[in-house]
């Protein structure tokens, strides 16, 4: 069978990386083109060494038509406000897109501008591009002309959170994820904020009470269990390169943690990626791998839901090489296991 020809937008990034290194390993899909606006003309091994001598694709500048004759995807691993005219170009060249960006997640117009302050360039499609978690929409993503890949802090959050909402096990109205990310996060280009003397031997909490990734979770909670929650969700940067734990605070309604553990094994049973484990789950059980670990643990009326993923994976492109293999008919863990 021919392989799967992807495309890379945004290629310099980390996530771009990410994938370039999954799909090297990837038997049924390999990387044709890779597109930077600053690179144009290096191979994808001068812009990341991790990859000498195992990818040479030139870099090129994005020109949507182009891209599209050579590729049968492309994964769009651009900041959002930029990706969503590059995937509305993309699409209307007929490839297909994978959108690594927040851009199409969310079910409101209103609710993206409020967040993302600015105007959506192709707002027809809010609310209509298919979340890829493969775990709850395979089916429509297998259709899908576009995907919009979720975020890496709502993957930590919605996975253990909506089997146990749809259940009806705890509280909807009160709900606490306290979240922690790598700095890989925060994506590669220079800020103050990831300086090596900022980050090094600190944590921090910041966007308290204003992250734009609290909507983004209620909003895929309620769509997937179909109850609204209101949920709190505070982040924070520490000094790991990757991983993202999530420790969430829930009120239960008279049900035990194991009763959640075992609520999540019914939901998942046929889920490749997704583990409720007994353990305490750490960022390093996960590091490097498409795995999601959970667990819950009795804590008076609360019960407390911890989450492990690695934010550059299932957190974002090794859930886009999972999609994709949704996409073209391949066994989801193609490339990933
Ligand atoms: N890092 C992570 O853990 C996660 C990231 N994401 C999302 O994935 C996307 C990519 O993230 P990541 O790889 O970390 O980001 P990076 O900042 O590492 O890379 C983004 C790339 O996009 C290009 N770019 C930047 N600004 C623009 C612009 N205005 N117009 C066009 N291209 C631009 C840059 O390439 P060049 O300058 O060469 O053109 C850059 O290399 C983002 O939407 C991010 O929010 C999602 C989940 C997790
Ligand atoms: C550590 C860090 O800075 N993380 C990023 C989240 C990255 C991400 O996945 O966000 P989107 O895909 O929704 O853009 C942040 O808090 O903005």
């Not at 590669?188 to 090094?200: F, M, Q």
Request: proline share 5%; hydrophobic share 40%; charged share 20%.
């Amino acid at each position: 069978m021919a392989k799967i020809k992807v495309g890379i937008a945004g290629a310099t990034g980390y996530t771009a990386l990410e994938v370039a290194r999954l799909l090297m390993s990837h038997p049924g899909a390999e990387v044709v083109a890779a597109t930077s606006r600053a690179e144009d003309g290096k191979s994808l091994a001068e812009i990341h060494p991790s990859l000498a001598g195992r990818c040479d694709v030139p870099i090129e500048t994005l020109d949507p038509k182009t891209i599209a004759d050579k590729c049968d995807v492309v994964m769009c691993c651009l900041p959002h406000g930029a990706s969503a005219e590059t995937v509305h170009a993309l699409v209307q060249h007929d490839v297909r897109v994978i959108d690594f960006s927040a851009d199409f997640r969310l079910s409101s117009l209103e609710t993206y501008e409020k967040w993302y302050g600015v105007k959506h360039p192709w707002p027809q499609r809010i609310g209509n591009v298919v979340y890829g978690m493969p775990e709850f929409f395979a089916d429509e993503i297998a259709k899908a002309d576009v995907v919009a890949n979720p975020g890496c802090y709502p993957t930590s959050a919605i996975m253990p959170l909506s089997p146990l909402v749809q259940a009806g096990l705890i509280e909807t109205d009160d709900i606490i994820i306290d979240s922690k990310s790598g700095v890989s996060g925060a994506g590669r280009s220079a800020k103050v904020a990831t300086l090596y003397c900022e980050t090094n031997e600190s944590i921090s909490a910041y966007s308290v009470g204003n992250h734009r990734h609290g909507p983004e979770i209620d909003d895929l909670v309620h769509r997937i269990a179909g109850k609204s929650i209101k949920s709190l969700f505070t982040p924070h940067l520490t000094p790991m390169d990757r991983g993202i734990l999530s420790t969430i605070y829930v009120r239960h309604r008279g049900h035990t943690a194991a009763e959640m553990i075992q609520c999540w094994r019914d939901q998942y049973a046929n889920s490749v990626f997704v583990n409720a484990v007994d353990h305490l789950p750490a960022t390093k059980h996960v590091a490097g791998t498409n795995y999601v670990q959970m667990t819950a643990r009795d804590c008076g009326e609360r019960t407390v839901l911890v989450c492990a993923i690695d934010n550059l994976a299932k957190g974002a492109s090794g859930a886009a090489i999972q999609n994709m293999n949704v996409m073209f008919g391949l066994p989801e863990a193609t490339g990933l296991a």
